[in-house]
């Protein structure tokens, strides 16, 4: 008998491995919106393409588009990427436009006119907020005396930055369209419930200020002094947890957050109070495994949009979950750094020059993401799909054959040198691949914990359309047997079903 595997469903680990071991690395679920051979297949993601070449003992701390023009912090240096158009070919330079301290990630927004770049106190400084002002060029740190600073992050709305202290005890705000000037008067608290404010987050007009265990929503009623004032009966019974997870995505506000005596789950706010989870108990379970310290200043978000999709991810240490807002999965995306896979190296995604920018948290690069490139920076993307387990009511079953069903002859003309990693002593790994792509096949019968047997298949050749990576004779499946697939060759991969003959 002829079967479909379900391998599609994206990142599921269970507590215990035996109910699912369900990975996705650094491929993606996509569920066609028309009637095809398969009701879902998985993508590999996209690679990313140098754009600068940066220090590797630097990293990028911030990104933000303001006027149009890329803007990124990257080591101490606030960065201007300049784009230049010659003969319809683009090129790109930097510009330093001044210096910012400290070593954490630093908070960006604009008004139109000024940008704000806010560096939270952290082990190296007291922190400092700055603002370029465009018109002039002109870069200075924000020394007005009435600037109740330090502050830990910015937001901008209706024509006024708006800060948090980092004390986390009240909010405040520049004067209008002029973030270098200040009212001593011009501050709030959020006095719903005695939390410390921990964040800050702008939807449809209206501030939203997020505290550790309540989100009160505030809006602009254009009085002197302090122009914001709470909506009645606005407040949301949940905090921010991860407070670099703040940001806008489907129309709505996400964060990592948590109600009181409740574990860290993945939120979205749609609109007034209007709040619904999109995390999964995987995800949950994942980051319950972290100390709330940990979350706080080690988890990020980033989010973007291409080809019709509109991803969320939500960086921890090790890997990085990543939301399809159209299909409501997660996958994961991993990188290498050194000889160890860890969290996605992007720190940063921002939108500029049709482009999609990005951040790097290893070096001092700038890249942008590139559907048909798969590698990162030269370095190899390892891709890999874990099934959930091969079940049949708790029988043994007979495999006669397994068939991966993939876009085929995507090989490339020769074989090229890609990096795989680097020694303990600093030397670069390098592998040659891409002429005849392999997908590899191995079995775990622990629940996902131990994987053996990994025989490859050839996914074709350069025009070799016809190629079906195909495993005979397989013998007698475990009751509780977990397959994986992985690629690793700098090529497309796209798996669009799993068939097996099972007898």
């Known amino acids: ?37 398969t009701d879902a297949n998985l993508f590999s993601t996209a690679g990313i393409s140098k754009l600068i070449s940066g220090d590797f003992n630097s990293v990028c701390r911030g990104a933000h588009v303001f006027a149009g023009v890329a803007y990124l912090v990257i080591s101490n240096d606030l960065i201007r990427l300049n784009r230049v158009v010659v003969s319809s070919v683009a090129s790109f330079t930097t510009s330093v436009i001044g210096t910012i301290p400290g ?3 630093v908070f960006m927004s604009d008004n139109g006119l000024q940008m704000c770049i806010v560096a939270a106190p952290d082990t190296e400084t007291t922190g400092k907020s700055f603002i370029y002002t465009l018109s002039s060029a002109a870069f200075a740190e924000i020394t007005d005396s009435d600037f109740d600073g330090p502050a830990s992050s910015v937001v901008f709305s209706d024509g006024y930055f708006i800060f948090h202290k980092s004390d986390g005890k009240k909010f405040f ?41 309540t989100i009160q929503i505030f809006r602009n009623v254009g009085r002197v002094p302090s122009p914001f004032v709470p909506v009645v009966g606005s407040t949301i019974d949940i905090g921010v947890v991860a407070p670099q997870t703040i940001v806008k995505f489907g129309g709505g506000l996400a964060f990592v957050g948590a109600g009181v005596n409740e574990s860290p789950a993945v939120w979205l706010i749609a609109g007034g109070s209007q709040k619904r989870k999109i995390s999964t108990i995987a995800i949950e379970n994942e980051l319950s495994k972290l100390q709330i310290d940990t979350i706080a200043d080690q988890v990020f978000s980033w989010t973007y949009a291409e080809s019709g999709a509109y991803w969320l991810g939500i960086s921890v240490p090790g890997t990085c979950f990543v939301y399809d807002l159209i299909n409501q999965r997660w996958h994961e995306r991993q990188s290498i750094d050194k000889s160890s896979l860890t969290r996605y190296r992007c720190s940063h995604l921002i939108s500029a020059y049709g482009l999609i920018i990005a951040g790097d948290t290893q070096t001092g690069n700038i890249g942008a993401l590139d559907e048909d490139v798969f590698t990162e920076y030269g ?76 025989i490859p298949r050839s ?31 700098p090529n497309k991969a796209t798996i669009i079903k799993v068939e097996a003959d099972i007898g």
């Open 379 to 454: 370095v190899l993307t390892p891709r890999k799909v874990i099934s959930r387990p091969f079940d049949n009511l708790g029988n043994a079953v007979n495999v006669a054959s397994l068939e991966v069903v993939v876009e085929s002859g995507v090989g490339l003309a020769n074989d090229i040198t890609i990096e795989s990693g680097t020694t303990e002593t600093g030397k670069i790994i390098e592998v040659e691949g891409g002429a005849d792509p392999k997908i590899v096949l191995s079995f775990s019968d622990d629940g996902g914990r131990i994987f053996e047997g990994f």
């Open 103 to 105: 070593s954490q990630r």
């Open 173 to 213: 705000s520049s004067n209008l369209n002029n973030g270098l000037a200040y009212d001593a008067l011009d501050f709030n608290v959020a006095e719903a419930d005695p939390d410390q404010i921990r964040g800050l987050g702008v939807l449809n007009s209206q501030l939203y200020v997020f505290g550790s265990e």
């Open 459 to 489: 996914m074709g050749k350069i025009g070799e359309y016809n190629v079906r990576p195909t495993w005979s004779r397989l013998g007698v499946f475990n009751r509780q047997r977990v397959l994986q697939f992985t690629v690793s060759s």
């Open 1 to 37: 008998m002829r079967t479909t595997l379900d391998i599609a469903q994206g990142f599921y680990v269970s507590d215990a491995l035996p109910i699912s071991a369900q990975r996705c690395v650094n491929f993606y679920p996509s569920l066609p919106q028309t009637s095809t051979i």
